[in-house]
């Protein structure tokens, strides 16, 4: 029987290693994987390269390797909410490479399924078509994007068997199934692990195969990036 759960996000995360690529899940601060995040966080990873749709907030998700030092280049579409990433991106301290949401998105998921490269009509004619090949195809011009390559993708998952298969709930299926085995390494962080056999097999949305090692996580605290509501009647 094959069996991936390990204990917890320190014996998940034991060879991360300084200067690596790192696929985080998560759209804003929704299916974060919290636990694995704080664990890179006392581990004092440094001279990460974080790819993830953006970079939480100040005190909360990437945020908290921000205000450490522990990321030299973020790759996302969106600032999002987050001051410091702002401030290190404008003043120099980070490299930063601003990604169409979309292009993201397709990046990772081209990584998961071994296709090296794909063209694309988002940014044809702008800062992010700059030494890239282009082509046209039926009429319209596309720019050629490659595949990411990581050493680890981090993903969180509603709900998890010790093979490894996983289900996701809700926004957390956005990123976190695309770069779900598109790094070398793939590690889960789920919210229920379960034993084999335990999930309907139709309601898996990835396979085990995609999966090194996932382990049960505790104390999320699911935060709302911005919380609006209607005043009181």
Not at 188 to 211: F, M, R, S, T
């Amino acid at each position: 029987m094959i069996n991936k759960k390990v204990a917890n996000a320190q014996e998940a995360l034991h060879d991360v290693q300084d200067n690596q690529t790192i696929m985080v899940g998560g759209f804003g601060l929704s299916g974060i994987p919290e636990n694995s995040i704080a664990e890179l966080v006392r581990k004092n990873i440094t001279g990460l390269t974080c790819i993830s749709n953006n970079a939480g907030v100040d005190d909360f998700g990437l945020g908290l390797l921000l205000q450490k030092r522990q990321v030299k280049k973020m790759i996302a579409s969106y600032v999002g909410e987050n001051a410091e990433f702002e401030r290190q991106m404008l003043s120099g301290e980070l490299d930063v490479e601003l990604t169409p949401q979309g292009t993201l998105a397709e990046k990772c998921r081209a990584a998961q399924a071994g296709i090296p490269a794909f063209f694309t009509p988002a940014g044809y004619g702008t800062e992010v078509a700059e030494g890239k090949e282009t082509r046209e195809f039926n009429g319209k011009m596309y720019v050629m994007e490659e595949a990411y390559k990581a050493d680890f993708a981090i993903v969180k998952a509603w709900k998890g068997d010790e093979a490894g298969n996983l289900v996701f709930k809700g926004t957390t299926r956005s990123f976190n199934a695309v770069m779900a085995g598109a790094g070398e390494i793939t590690i889960a962080e789920v919210e229920e692990l379960v034993p084999l056999g335990e999930l309907d097999p139709n309601q898996i949305h990835i396979p085990g195969i995609y999966v090194k090692r996932i382990f049960q996580g505790e104390k999320y605290e699911k935060r709302i990036e911005q919380r609006t509501v209607r005043k009181r009647d």
